[in-house]
């Protein structure tokens, strides 16, 4: 068996577009913009090209950006008066801090800092525990994203077996908990699971998201089984000249694809997605706060 392959760039395009429309007739019909601030601390240069990207697409979709960049060295103190800053700003939306944050910031207290309704990447506690309720949360943009490429590919999940390798706050459980959402049958397995490959098995959908480079081999998919590869790892490539490096996931493409009924590429599977989930979040958070009605298909 040849996997489909979910291609994350194309669908990542679809809802950027969907995204695009809705905030044209927010403009429109109600005079309203939706913004988006995000916060960069440092200047990790992964972090950097993804805030970059964030802003650029950001002003595609037709919404406002603001970008804060703070030193590496920068006070708690001083961060929490900006996030308190823009929790109080009526034209700001959707706040987001990139992470990671340099060692001496303490991320579960920024994070919980942000107004929960402002809270795009779905982190705050309460939106945490809002998902995990079954109630209506801002859900973390990677998972959303996930989720959003499994229900175009199979209509309903009811009923099937999900294996989520990774248990992060991030990725991990938030997945499992959309994927229960959806009425799959969830097992969150890790480092420490006995008998991953045994695990994995029973799986007709495989969520990996455990950070290791083409951990998961293709003896470990059941034929036909859809994969998610959540990794995105940056591994030197001296074959394509010296210096160079290429980006692998957490399984191993080449014989999960030989196995796999459909499977996400990296790069332009679910990377893309993460980015365009958050555009949809911060529209999400704008209707809620201007008690429109949400977008329909951009949610959880
Ligand atoms: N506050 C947050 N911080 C971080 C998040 C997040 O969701 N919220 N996620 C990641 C980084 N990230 C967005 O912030 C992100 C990662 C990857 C991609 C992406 O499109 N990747 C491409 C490859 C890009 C490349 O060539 O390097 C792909 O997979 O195709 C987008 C966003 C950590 N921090």
Request: glycine share 10%; hydrophobic share 45%.
């Amino acid at each position: 068996m040849t996997a489909t392959v979910i291609d994350g760039k194309a669908f990542a395009a679809k809802v950027r577009g969907m995204v695009g429309e809705h905030v044209a007739t927010l403009k429109a019909d109600h005079g309203i913009t939706p913004g988006l601030a995000v916060v960069l601390v440092g200047e990790d240069p992964a972090s950097q090209v993804y805030v970059k990207s964030k802003g650029k697409m950001t002003v595609e979709v037709g919404m406002k950006s603001v970008e804060h960049r703070m030193d590496a060295d920068v006070s708690e103190a001083d961060l929490l008066a900006m996030i308190d800053t823009l929790n109080n700003d009526p034209t700001i939306h959707g706040i987001l801090v990139q992470l990671p944050l340099p060692d001496h910031l303490n991320s579960d207290l920024v994070i919980n800092s942000i107004d929960p309704a402002k809270d795009v990447d779905g982190f705050h506690i309460s939106n945490v525990g809002l998902l995990g309720t079954g109630q209506k949360a801002m859900v973390p943009c990677t998972p959303l994203g996930s989720l959003m490429m499994l229900r175009d590919h199979h209509g309903s999940l009811s009923g099937m077996n999900a294996v989520v390798i990774g248990r992060s706050n991030i990725v991990g459980k938030p997945m499992a908990q959309l994927l229960l959402g959806d009425s799959c049958t969830v097992t969150i397995a890790h480092s420490r699971t006995k008998d991953l490959a045994a695990v994995v098995r029973q799986a007709d959908i495989v969520v990996a998201a455990v950070g290791r480079a083409e951990m998961v081999p293709g003896d470990w998919i059941k034929p036909g089984a859809t994969v998610i590869d959540v990794g995105i790892n940056r591994l030197d490539a001296p074959e394509k000249g010296e210096g160079k490096t290429k980006l692998v996931g957490d399984v191993d493409y080449a014989s999960c694809a030989a196995v796999a009924g459909a499977i996400t590429p990296v790069p332009g599977g679910v990377g893309p997605m993460t980015i365009a989930c958050l555009l949809a979040n911060t529209l999400t958070a704008c209707c809620r706060a201007n008690d429109l009605a949400e977008p329909t298909g951009l949610t959880a």
